[in-house]
Every structure is written in structure tokens, then in C-alpha cells.
């Protein structure tokens, strides 16, 4: 499969978002994989850190379960690698994983092969200290109804799912040529992106033990990401401004089985034009020339020539 036309910006953020909240989810499992470069020519290629994957599981891609690489790794064409570090995207039991388990990585990675395998069990993963129990990257939750929504998303009591709101320019559509602060370079603009993170409780103790699980979710949340510029694994959350600002949180709804909590916020990223479809000669040489006029008789009456050089370009 080869590699994205346009990176997925959106789908990015949102993992790294939810990366930040990994101290709060239980301790993350490590381990190395074995890859593979693909066979060609040229310098060795770079596995970069945050390398999304997914791991392959009784037959099934398990996207809720996401891993990255922990950093850079250089691999030589047509060579295999084995013992890239990996973990977690979150923490928790569930992500250990045998010896043996393919990844794929999500999206692919140009120059290497699509998948790769797990050298040895994992067992580093585990529950202990964790307030949040699953997280999710979803489409939209119904507040009203929310039952499917979390199933589909395979969130439970005292999971959080991060939803994308918008996008929007920085500082709202604006009239006038120069876009006013909108405009960061003449190839790139300031852009808000926009998520609804909701928490959700269904502890069966009543109405105290939910609220309180809701609230002090919520103030989690709140705390972990407030004001982060990037996540603790280096990943950038907001390129500009004072990173990620909290905009509003309330009880979005209530049914017999949920109390959903939702913490809205916003980051401000660069977006750049990628693509130039212009093409240019090649730049070979320069030619410098030069003449002063000639004067009127008995003056000489031919242009006088200063400079004639041909430089040839690097």
C-alpha cells in the first residue's frame, strides 16, 4: 500500500492527545519488533519516533489497541532490523502482547515493508494506578443514546473518547489581502483545530459515585493537558500560541446506565502548502555582461566592453 497522498493531521493529533493522558491509564508495555527495509538504492532509511502501528490479534486489527515506535531508527535498504524499541500508546494489561504478533503500521511507512513482528512477550503493561480504563478515537457520540456509540468505540466505565469538532482559521474567517494573523508565511497559515474529549461513568454505586468518578475524570483531563505545547512522548500538540487551551466542560448527559462528562479544547497548528506542481529548467550557468557606450568623434566611437563571463552553476 503505498504511502498517504496528504498525511492524516487530524487522526495524528488526536492520538497524541490521547498519549498525554497515559499516566493516567495504568503503566504502558514495551517491548521491540523486527522490520524490514525494502531492497533499492541509496542512503539507509530513518523509522521515525511516533511511528503509529497496529497490532494483528486472534485475525483481527485491533485499533484500540495503538503502539509507536519509542524513537529513530535507521534501517539499511533490503535489511532487516530487529529490536526497535516499542510501546503503548496508553497504558493498561490489555496491551501486552506474544512473542510473535504482527504489527502494521498505521499509516504505512514509505521504504519499509507494511508489517512487522513482536521479538518477545510483552509484560510490562499493567492496570495499576489507573483512573482512566480505556480511550478511543471516535467519529461522534450520541449523548441522547450513547449505547452503540460506546460499544462500536469499546469504551466503558471510566473511558475517555476524543471526538474532532472543526477546523477553523486562528483567528476566524477574515476579509482583506494580508489575512491579518491568520497569515504565519506567504506558503502557510495559523489553523485551530477543534475536540470534544467525553467521560464516561456507568459505575452501578448511584448518583455520588458516578458524579464523583465524572468530576475528578474531568479534572484529570484537564490537568494533564492544559497549556502542553507537545506530549511527553515529544510529539507536538500545538505549534503556536499557548498550547492546548481547555475551552468549557459540562455534563453533556445522563441516561440509566452513563453519566457522560465533555471537556472541549482547541490547539493551534501550521498548515503548509505541500504540493507545487511547477516545473523548472535546470539551472546551468549564468552569463554577466557589460558595456559602457561609445562617444561622439573624434572620441572612439565603439561601446567599450566592461565584463563578458560565463559562470557555470553548482
Do not use: C
Not at 490547539?267 to 559602457?292: C, H, K, M, S
Amino acid at each position: 500500500m503505498a504511502a498517504p497522498f496528504f498525511p492524516n493531521t487530524i487522526e495524528r493529533l488526536g492520538r497524541a492527545l490521547l498519549a498525554q493522558l497515559a499516566s493516567a491509564t495504568g503503566e504502558r508495555a514495551v517491548g521491540t519488533i523486527t522490520v524490514a527495509a525494502l531492497a533499492g538504492v541509496g542512503d539507509p532509511l530513518e523509522l521515525p519516533a511516533n511511528t503509529y502501528m497496529m497490532p494483528v490479534v486472534d485475525g483481527q486489527l485491533r485499533d484500540d489497541l495503538l503502539f509507536k515506535t519509542a524513537n529513530a531508527w535507521t534501517v539499511a535498504r533490503g535489511a532487516t532490523e530487529s529490536g526497535v524499541g516499542i510501546k503503548s500508546n496508553v497504558g493498561g494489561a490489555r496491551h501486552n502482547l506474544p512473542a510473535g504478533t504482527l504489527f502494521r503500521f498505521n499509516p504505512p511507512i514509505e521504504g519499509f515493508a507494511a508489517t512487522a513482528t513482536l521479538d518477545a512477550s510483552m509484560t510490562s503493561g499493567s492496570n495499576e494506578g489507573q483512573l482512566i480504563r480505556s480511550v478511543a478515537v471516535y467519529e461522534e457520540l450520541d449523548s441522547a443514546n450513547p449505547d452503540n456509540d460506546l460499544f462500536a468505540a469499546k469504551v466503558g466505565d471510566r473511558g475517555v473518547m476524543l471526538i474532532w469538532s472543526q477546523s477553523e482559521p486562528v483567528e476566524g474567517a477574515m476579509g482583506g489581502l494580508r489575512q491579518g494573523a491568520n497569515r504565519a508565511t506567504r506558503s502557510s497559515r495559523f489553523w485551530r483545530e477543534s475536540f470534544v474529549i467525553y467521560v464516561v461513568v456507568s459505575r452501578l454505586t448511584g448518583d455520588s459515585a458516578r458524579r464523583q468518578d465524572g468530576q475528578m475524570l474531568m479534572a484529570t483531563v484537564t490537568g494533564l493537558l492544559t497549556d502542553r505545547m507537545q506530549n511527553d512522548d515529544g510529539e507536538q500538540l500545538s505549534s503556536v500560541g499557548s498550547g492546548v487551551e481547555i475551552t468549557h466542560r459540562a455534563r453533556l448527559g445522563r441516561s440509566a446506565n452513563h453519566y457522560i462528562y465533555g471537556v472541549q479544547l482547541r490547539v493551534n497548528q501550521t498548515l503548509e502548502a505541500r504540493i507545487d506542481a511547477r516545473t523548472f529548467a535546470p539551472w546551468l550557468r549564468t552569463n554577466y555582461t557589460g558595456a559602457l557606450p561609445g562617444r561622439d568623434a573624434p572620441e572612439p566611437i565603439q561601446d567599450l566592453e566592461v565584463v563578458d563571463a560565463t559562470d557555470p552553476m553548482p
